[in-house]
């Protein structure tokens, strides 16, 4: 069966700090990948998806980036962190047999203060 | 308007009644629909997919109208264990996002 993993499962960073969150599934290959953020009291939000290797959509302009540098590992990345990056940040796949349904890791509870 | 609009609630239920949660959607091009479940502080996870001839799983049914561009999910003889926020979910053609809305929340006392 298929799993995600995620990691740090909580993380609390000064302002201008970078950033790196690691997202890892497992048990299955050519998935899609997603980011997405949930800050308090408001919808998930996508921030990056992937279809591949190397391979990555931004959806909103922010001063956070991802990559996929191998089939099954999607990194979201900062170099220097806001007050408003801080919220729950979710990994997410998609892949055989349907590619609509996506699937959640556990999430990072990133505070920046 | 909203992309995907869902009464926020909270809806405070005893157990063993019936609860029934709409969502409604602004893309007439929505392709496909799902029903979410957030515990607090957790991850979301897939409830079920909302057909178009409307599907049951247990004690949870969900139906689609897509002339109304509406989404239901009726829950019956709730559980304490159903208390957490329930997202509607709707995704256009392949390779585009899932739009989530906010969520609505449960909450089952005894």
């Known amino acids: ?113 | 308007r909203k992309e995907v609009e869902q009464d926020p609630g909270p809806f405070n239920v005893p157990e063993g009644a019936t609860v029934a949660f709409n969502c409604t959607y602004s893309n007439s091009a929505s392709q496909s629909f799902f029903w979410y479940r957030q515990d607090c502080r957790k991850e979301p996870k897939l409830l079920m997919s909302v057909y178009s001839s409307g599907n049951e799983d247990g004690r949870f049914t969900a139906q689609l109208n897509r002339a109304s561009q509406y989404i239901s999910l009726l829950i019956r003889d709730s559980k304490l264990s159903d208390s957490a926020t329930y997202l509607c979910v709707v995704k256009g053609q392949a390779g585009t996002a899932l739009i989530f809305g906010k969520g609505t929340t449960l909450s089952v006392s005894s």
């Open chain 1, 1 to 113: 069966s298929q799993t995600i993993h995620q990691w740090p499962a909580t993380l609390v960073q000064p302002v201008g700090s970078p950033l790196s969150l690691e997202c890892t599934v497992e048990g299955t290959s050519n998935p899609n990948l997603y980011w997405y953020r949930q800050a308090a009291g408001r919808g998930l939000q996508l921030l990056f998806y992937s279809v591949g290797i190397g391979q990555i959509s931004s959806e909103v302009p922010q001063n956070l980036s991802a990559s996929r540098p191998q089939d099954r590992q999607f990194i979201l990345s900062s170099k220097k962190l806001l007050l408003s990056d801080s919220g729950f940040y979710l990994c997410a796949w998609s892949g055989i047999p349907s590619y609509n349904e996506q699937f959640f890791g556990p999430g990072t509870r990133l505070t920046v203060l």
